[in-house]
T-cell receptor, first 111, second 113 residues
Framework: GQQVMQIPQYQHVQEGEDFTTYCNSS?????IQWYKQRPGGHPVFLIQ???SGEVKKQKRLTFQFGEAKKNSSLHITATQTTDVGTYFC???????????WGLGTSLAVNP | DAGVIQSPRHEVTEMGQEVTLRCKPI?????LFWYRQTMMRGLELLIY????????DSGMPEDRFSAKMPNASFSTLKIQPSEPRDSAVYFC???????????FGPGTRLTVT
């Protein structure tokens, strides 16, 4: 079945450093979503990308969707301790509402 | 809006007991999802409903698990009998017909001893 691979699994950074997580699929994705889960919390929707090559920004976060719609990335500039958490990518499988989830990238930020 | 509401927030039970988890989706959302999250397996979709009808239950582990959605504002996930390997955080999420993002509840942390 369709799978979404996410790397790295863990990342430790010093506060102020940049961070990037990548999401890859062997099949073309109709769209991709990104969620953030704080420790002890629940996943919270960040953004959805639909168009080939799409780039969206939310303050220090930059989201990209690959030209072939098979990969995506989330880049955080100048990380802060509030960025700590696990970042998940998720993509729709076919025409239904079922999401295929990556395993997430856990980000730790040292102050 | 109160968001997705789940109860209980924590449940500790003994192996063999029946467990019922409850979810109230966001008003107006017509899709509801039940997930299970563990360190080993990550976030797994168990079942999802569209307009109160189960659409995909391929993620339900086995016959011990069942889910119902009797109306648009309430769903239950039942485990009978429970086993220690069912220990996990169970999330309910809902989404709206015209948009695809999912809104998660705070989760139920289930511990089966």
């Amino acid at each position: 079945g369709q799978q979404v691979m996410q790397i790295p699994q863990y990342q430790h950074v010093q506060e102020g450093e940049d961070f990037t997580t990548y999401c890859n699929s062997s099949t073309t994705l109709s769209n991709i979503q990104w969620y953030k889960q704080r420790p002890g919390g629940h996943p919270v929707f960040l953004i959805q990308l639909v168009k080939s090559g799409e780039v969206k920004k939310q303050k220090r976060l930059t989201f990209q969707f690959g030209e072939a719609k098979k990969n995506s990335s989330l880049h955080i500039t100048a990380t802060q301790t509030t960025d700590v958490g696990t970042y998940f990518c998720a993509a729709h499988a076919g025409n239904n509402r079922k999401l295929i989830w990556g395993l997430g990238t856990s980000l730790a930020v040292n102050p | 809006d109160a968001g997705v509401i789940q109860s209980p927030r924590h449940e500790v039970t003994e192996m063999g007991q029946e467990v019922t988890l409850r979810c109230k989706p966001i008003s107006g959302h017509n899709s509801l999802f039940w997930y299970r999250q563990t360190m080993m397996r990550g976030l797994e979709l168990l079942i999802y409903f569209n307009n109160n009808v189960p659409i995909d239950d391929s993620g339900m582990p086995e016959d011990r698990f069942s889910a119902k959605m009797p109306n648009a504002s309430f769903s239950t996930l039942k485990i009978q009998p429970s086993e220690p390997r069912d220990s996990a955080v169970y999330f309910c999420a809902s989404s709206w017909a015209r948009r695809y993002e999912q809104y998660f509840g705070p989760g139920t942390r289930l511990t089966v001893t």
